[in-house]
């Protein structure tokens, strides 16, 4: 499990990350689907054995600004990208 930034992410996931508005809306609707090419995929860093890395992996942990989402889902594409399944983690008012 890592802990990304929103900035972090954005430096993952290829030449569009996600904007300002996809954030508002995952935040009002407290879950979001995210897209990411094969051209990102093959961009992506690559472990000890070459093979590439992936941006994201199921509970990761992305903070956006005072907001927290977890990967809950990864799924392959047909054209070799993926979309990552995110839910916003409830706040813990009162800890």
Known sequence: MRRLTRSELASRVGPRPPSD????RAIDRGEAALGVGADALADSERDGD????????TGDIVDVDDR???VVDA????????VYRIELVADRDGD
């Open 68 to 70: 927290a989402f977890v």
């Open 75 to 82: 799924e392959r594409t047909d054209g070799g990208g993926r």
């Open 21 to 24: 508005a996809f954030w508002r």
């Open 50 to 57: 070459g093979e590439p890395t992936e941006p994201l992996d």
